[in-house]
């Protein structure tokens, strides 16, 4: 035995001669969401930002149709610039350039790209405009690439001859130098007035060289992870802010010019030149399944002003048949209605379309059960090949969770989707939850997941959870981590697996388990025994608790009779030495205290206030102005680990409970709709019952909740059997901070041939965004069965081929190995 009392070695017995569990053929994908410069100014290759002149106040509130675009007037040139929407080139793209040059050496327009216009030295760029001549004679136009302060031409084109109607204008540029930072810049040759728009500058250097294609390094990431499918277009985003801003398929395919731009949900501007075609010819080129998402026939929720709306019944049956539309653009032959749409654009061949999600996250209310309803029905009559994905709501419990699952099983809809960003704590505790599943119910797929950090416990925990999708993979049929990409300087949502600026891409610690697990998978798990398991140390039984109150974001308030009290007895504990963990504190009455401080949430602390687990923590509060409410803690030991209640958090719109595990906030409660009004004084209690929390609120009830905590499983091991190659996978994810030395016995495989191995080690708050990971897999090569397996870590041992698989009891009579017995699976 170890000191920690654990026996020396843990034994890891793997009994590759059972045919074992089918897993999804279909488990790892990625979820791509034009979220954090995801698209426009990231994996869409155009380097023009603003090209067509559409951005505008609903995109951003400084934004109007010229941001990123200058008048050019160089070397006694004269002129001016506007924009009209006078017969536009097409009317889902209304507003173009007005450039009048009133000088022979003609003014011009420049571009600043996106943070600029990184171009390299021998590259060549497909530049194009559609132009009208309005008057004069300014009929050619000067395109060039150039530096930032105008002084130096990279390379140059003459675009024309221009003409009294819209025509397109294009030509080749070979640029001289390399600049991360160079300026595009197009000038009249002429005098009189052109009328330009939809201005591009695209490398033909795109991934697998297509035209208006994919950055290629941030592609090659992307497809470097082999993922089995790629969502689209989201997350929120295809629900979006009010049913103005739903994402619609069909306005994203055919001519750029001709796609219906919009603003972005996340507060940006959409272009639509990575659409619908480019998406599934990226699935295609990397050989993942397509997952598009449309919307279920309602906006997001929480669309400002609106909630959650249905489309009007008069637009239903036109919105079915667009979904319907999407089936056929992606599998009718070329010569339906649709699929003549996708041969135009230049794929004669059907996709293959499998999976359709309807709905994002949506609120389980009449109206989008009654939408839903309809878009799935009309998808059963017609494509009973389409396997549809409903929304089980944004959590991972709770009322939508709940009747989520119920509609689900009603409608017999096959495949749920359910989002869990979760604290790595959450994580390890979830790795179970699978294994209780109704295997003939829906299945699962978890379409947004993720650990909150891009840290080695956040990786590790991911692994773990993976490992636990993966001993499921009969019922969790999918998963996709998110998001997936992020720009720096336009980050909006953190953690994310990839970042990235114009010129670099850096994968994340969360990435290499991604790769790990993906280019790892199996087509069935095999049963495995682990004796002598790591375990967590147990925590002291009756620790101290420390209290704290405080306020959220940029909120100022007013605290007073602050009190404690065991639950069961009468002695009251007024409390004098709290500690600022942040904000501004000072005095106030005869015993408060008020915080006067801007900025992020502040908080006021008293470590090992009370004896736990049981007690009551009073507290009268007052908010004096700011945008948000209070927070009280309890039930935990550190800032960093115990329970809290939010009142007026998310905006002032809710209140719920929270746990807290180092540092990260999970969920333990609804968000009930509820604000703290600013001047009133509220009598705040919590009481602390074991796992049991009540919160009343001017003596009335808010919340009664329990923290129900399990064992998180620290030492989590899968393995899996690859048919095709008969290799069997053993992975095993430790987060413990011990090295555990594992023994391997895989029943049925020589053991002693030994194991190709990939180890990703990581010190738990190593971390890193914009940046090389602190850490990448290591190969080498295990000889025999015994190994060490290091602290905070994800290992992967694989046998080359060896598989027994089918020999075993559990086999009866189809007993076969190798790429045969896939079909069993
Ligand atoms: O991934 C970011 C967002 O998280 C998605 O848009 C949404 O579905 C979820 O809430």
Request: with cysteine.
């Amino acid at each position: 035995m170890s000191t920690s009392g654990r026996p020396v070695e843990t034994v890891v017995e793997v009994d590759t001669r059972s045919l074992g569990t089918p897993i999804s053929p279909d488990l790892f994908g990625a979820f791509f969401e034009d979220l954090n410069y995801a698209a426009d100014g990231g994996l869409y290759a155009e380097l023009v930002q603003n090209r067509s002149f559409e951005y505008g106040l609903a995109d951003h509130p400084d934004w109007h149709a010229l941001t990123a675009w200058e008048l050019l007037e160089r070397n006694g040139a004269a002129g001016w610039l506007t924009v009209s929407t006078d017969d536009p080139l097409h009317p889902a793209n209304p507003h173009y350039a007005v450039l009048t040059s009133t000088t022979f050496a003609g003014a011009g327009l420049r571009n600043e790209g996106f943070d600029g216009i990184p171009v390299r030295a021998g590259e060549t760029y497909d530049v194009s405009v559609f132009a009208r001549l309005a008057d004069g004679t300014a009929d050619r136009m000067m395109a060039r690439i150039e530096s930032r302060d105008g002084e130096h031409v990279y390379g140059q084109a003459r675009l024309g001859p221009i003409h009294g109607s819209w025509k397109r204008c294009a030509a080749v540029i070979t640029c001289a130098v390399t600049d991360p930072d160079a300026r595009f810049a197009l000038t009249t040759l002429g005098t009189g007035t052109v009328h330009l728009d939809l201005v591009s500058l695209f490398p033909q250097a795109t991934f697998k060289g297509r035209p208006n294609g994919l950055r290629a390094d941030l592609a090659q990431a992307i497809a470097d992870l082999k993922p089995k499918f790629l969502r689209f277009p989201g997350g929120c985003l295809a629900h979006g802010q009010g049913l103005g801003n739903m994402y619609r398929w069909s306005e994203t395919v055919g001519p750029l010019h001709e796609r219906r731009q919009q603003s972005n949900i996340w507060h940006y501007h959409q272009s639509m030149g990575l659409g619908y075609y480019e998406y599934f010819q990226f699935c295609e080129d990397i050989g993942a399944k397509p997952l598009p998402v449309v919307p279920a026939a309602v906006c997001c929720q929480n669309s400002e002003g609106t909630g959650q709306v249905g489309l009007p019944d008069e637009e239903m049956p036109a919105y079915i048949a667009e979904v319907l539309a999407l089936v056929e653009w992606a599998n009718g032959p070329a010569d339906s209605h649709w699929g003549a749409v996708r041969a135009a654009a230049g794929h004669p061949e059907p996709f293959g379309l499998e999976y359709l999600g309807v709905g994002n996250e949506d609120a389980l209310t009449d109206t989008f059960r009654d939408r839903f309803s309809r878009i799935h029905d009309a998808l059963h009559e017609h494509h009973l090949e389409i396997t549809v994905i409903g929304t089980l709501g944004p959590s991972t419990f709770g009322e939508d969770w709940e009747k989520g699952w119920a509609f689900a099983r009603e409608r017999s809809v096959p495949v749920v989707d359910e989002h869990a960003y979760k604290s790595p704590r959450w994580l390890l505790e979830n790795t179970r939850r699978f294994d209780t599943m109704d295997r003939e119910g829906p299945h699962l797929y978890i379409g947004e997941y993720g650990s909150r950090r891009n840290n080695g416990r956040s990786a590790i925990a991911e692994a773990a959870y993976m490992i636990a999708m993966e001993r499921n993979g009969d019922v969790v049929r999918l998963a996709s981590y998110a998001p997936l990409l992020a720009k720096r300087d336009h980050t909006q949502w953190l953690p994310d697996l990839i970042y990235f600026d114009n010129t670099h891409v850096w994968p994340t610690l969360n990435y290499h388990v991604q790769h790990m697990h993906s280019l790892n998978s199996g087509d069935a798990a095999l049963p495995v025994t682990v004796t002598g398991t790591p375990q967590e140390p147990t925590a002291p039984e009756s620790p101290r608790h420390t209290l704290h109150i405080g306020t959220g974001a940029d909120t100022r308030a007013e605290f007073t009779d602050v009190s404690s009290s065991p639950l069961s007895g009468s002695a009251t504990r007024e409390f004098g030495n709290w500690q600022a963990e942040s904000g501004i504190w000072e005095p106030f009455g005869q015993s408060g205290v008020r915080q006067t401080a801007s900025g992020t949430g502040a908080e006021l602390v008293l470590p090992d206030a009370v004896d736990g687990p049981s007690y009551t923590f009073s507290v009268r509060a007052r908010k004096t102005d700011g945008a948000e409410g209070f927070v009280l803690g309890f039930a935990g030991t550190s800032p960093g680990n115990r329970c809290q209640w939010t009142l007026g958090g998310w905006g002032n719109r809710s209140t719920w409970l929270q746990r807290v595990d180092d540092g990260i906030l999970d969920d333990l409660s609804e968000r009930v709709p509820a604000g703290v009004e600013t001047g009133r004084w509220y009598d705040l209690r919590v009481e602390v019952d074991g796992r049991r929390i009540r919160c009343f609120r001017d003596g009335e009830l808010v919340h009664d909740d329990e923290d129900v905590r399990s064992d998180p499983e620290v030492f989590a091991v899968s393995a899996v059997c690859d048919s095709a190659t008969g290799d069997v996978i053993v992975k095993i994810a430790n987060a413990t901070p011990d090295p555990v030395p594992v023994r391997l016995r895989p029943v049925g495989v020589d053991g002693d041939a030994g194991f190709a191995r990939t180890t990703l080690t990581v010190p738990p708050d190593a971390t890193s965004r914009f940046g090389p990971a602190p850490a990448v897999p290591v190969e080498d090569r295990l000889t025999g069965t015994v190994c060490e397996v290091p602290p905070h870590s994800f290992t992967v041992l694989r046998t080359r081929g060896g598989s027994t698989r089918g020999t075993g009891e559990e086999a009866g009579h189809s007993m076969r190995v190798g790429s045969e017995s896939a079909e069993q699976g």
